[in-house]
């Protein structure tokens, strides 16, 4: 089972790049996360899904977007990449609320 | 809005010696409470989930226990490789099913 997948595991953007970050499971969960990670800060919340076609804000979403046309598949995008946004990303997914989400291994980003 | 505190933010244990880790949460009603353990380098890796006050779940050397305003993970004669970061996450009842995490114990255990 390969379960959450995240690419790529490292990326070094310049500022004002744009950038795709895929997230795919193979558990056919309907939940899926995305969270980014940074030190002494814990997972913050950056967009979720409940099911393919929806999508919703979570706790710091400005400067990134979502999509999720199937309930596979859930990239994360980057537009005009800043120094803010240097950070590792988690994706995660549930078969439904009120269940542990599982996580990617994550993808550590630097934007010089 | 939904909150999660975690305590100590670091706990250094010898080896054997017991303790409890602290999850204080804020909800509109508790659709479940979640415990992870994260590794250096990689993702969180899910531990329990806990629905309602008065619940425990046990794993290994590891048992979480849920009140109506927090959850303890209990860890029993540690051994080094549970040296790790514990977190604690909550679902509220609200629609907008946002899963929201504390910010973690570092827990050490020393040989």
């Known amino acids: 089972n390969a379960g959450v997948t995240q690419t790529p595991k490292f990326r070094i953007l310049k500022i004002g790049q744009s950038m795709t970050l895929q997230c795919t499971q193979d558990?056919?969960?309907?939940?899926m996360y995305w969270y980014r990670q940074d030190p002494g800060m814990g997972l913050k919340l950056i967009y979720y899904?409940?099911?393919?076609?929806?999508?919703d804000k979570g706790e710091v979403p400005n400067g990134y977007n979502v999509s999720r046309s199937t309930t596979e598949d859930f990239p994360l995008r980057l537009e005009l990449a800043a120094p803010s946004q240097t950070s590792v990303y988690f994706c995660?997914?549930?078969?439904?609320?009120?269940?542990?989400?599982?996580f990617g291994q994550g993808t550590r980003l630097t934007v010089v | 809005e939904d909150q999660v505190t975690q305590s100590p933010e670091a706990l250094r244990l010898q080896e054997g010696e017991s303790s409890s880790l602290n999850c204080s949460y804020t909800?509109?009603?508790?659709?479940?409470l979640f415990w992870y353990r994260q590794d250096p380098g990689k993702g969180p890796e899910f531990l329990f989930t806990?629905?309602?006050a008065g619940e425990e779940k046990e794993k290994e050397r590891l048992k979480a226990t849920l009140t109506k305003k927090e959850s303890f993970l209990h860890i029993t004669a540690p051994k080094p490789e549970d040296s790790a970061t514990y977190l604690c996450?909550?679902?509220?009842?609200?629609?907008?099913?946002?899963?929201?995490f504390g910010k973690g114990t570092r827990l050490h255990i020393l040989p």
């Open positions: 806990l629905y309602s």
């Open positions: 995660a997914s549930s078969y439904s609320g009120g269940r542990g989400a599982f």
């Open positions: 996450a909550v679902q509220g009842m609200n629609r907008d099913d946002k899963i929201i």
């Open positions: 558990m056919n969960h309907n939940y």
């Open positions: 899904s409940v099911g393919a076609g929806i999508t």
């Open positions: 909800v509109s009603g508790l659709r479940g």
